[in-house]
T-cell receptor, first 111, second 113 residues
Framework: KNQVEQSPQSLIILEGKNCTLQ??????????LRWYKQDTGRGPVSLTI?????NTKSNGRYTATLDADTKQSSLHITASQLSDSASYIC??????????FGTGTRLKVLA | NAGVTQTPKFQVLKTGQSMTLQCAQD?????MSWYRQDPGMGLRLIHY???????DQGEVPNGYNVSRSTTEDFPLRLLSAAPSQTSVYFC????????????FGEGSRLTVL
């Protein structure tokens, strides 16, 4: 069964600190993996896409990694800001129009 | 750019009532879909469409109907609302192809009493 598991479920950090969110998947066939950010009361927005051949990709203070052998991805947030408080959802695509969603990690950044 | 527009943002229904959640996109995307989001369960696919006149069921289709008469619009109909349909609903679209980025609307929060 295709599955995407994220950890931790929730996380609280102080402003300025770094954190890493994890995503493990068992999806076949694998097309790509995206991290989405969902602010409270808003729809998810794509942060970054990882394809099979990519190991690391950065988008500002966000850095995603992908290990296709172990089927793991991480999202590292550097120097966190209050605006990083949100849910982060890992989504794996499997072929055309098939998306498998993780349940998300809820991040809260405290001043 | 408007992107994906959903209406209404909030709705309260009584059990047995019917209603339609509206979704429109102005990006000429061929793929449109409806999800529901419940605490601790992530986004679950209700119905999707790969073009005008083509719809198909997702993971949790029971109690919902859809139609796609134009590329831009993809309404979701609840024929007889039940408390189990209390949720936040998201419409999403993408241009097609393998693993394309999903563009989401702002969501519609539905409460069924």
């Amino acid at each position: 069964k295709n599955q995407v598991e994220q950890s931790p479920q929730s996380l609280i950090i102080l402003e300025g600190k770094n954190c890493t969110l994890q995503c493990n998947y068992t999806v076949s066939p694998f097309s790509n993996l995206r991290w989405y950010k969902q602010d409270t009361g808003r729809g998810p927005v794509s942060l970054t896409i990882m394809t099979f051949s990519e190991n690391t990709k950065s988008n500002g203070r966000y850095t995603a990694t992908l290990d296709a052998d172990t089927k793991q991805s991480s999202l590292h947030i550097t120097a966190s800001q209050l605006s990083d408080s949100a849910s982060y959802i890992c989504v794996v695509s499997s072929g055309t129009y098939k998306y498998i969603f993780g349940t998300g990690t809820r991040l809260k950044v405290l001043a | 750019n408007a992107g994906v527009t959903q209406t209404p943002k909030f709705q309260v229904l009584k059990t047995g009532q019917s209603m339609t959640l509206q979704c429109a996109q102005d990006m000429n995307h061929e793929y449109m879909s409806w999800y529901r989001q419940d605490p601790g369960m992530g986004l679950r696919l209700i119905h999707y469409s790969v073009g005008a006149g083509i719809t198909d069921q997702g993971e949790v289709p029971n109690g919902y109907n859809v139609s796609r008469s134009t590329t831009e619009d993809f309404p979701l109909r609840l024929l007889s609302a039940a408390p189990s349909q209390t949720s936040v609903y998201f419409c999403a679209s993408n241009h097609g192809g393998v693993g394309g980025e999903l563009f989401f609307g702002e969501g519609s929060r539905l409460t069924v009493l």
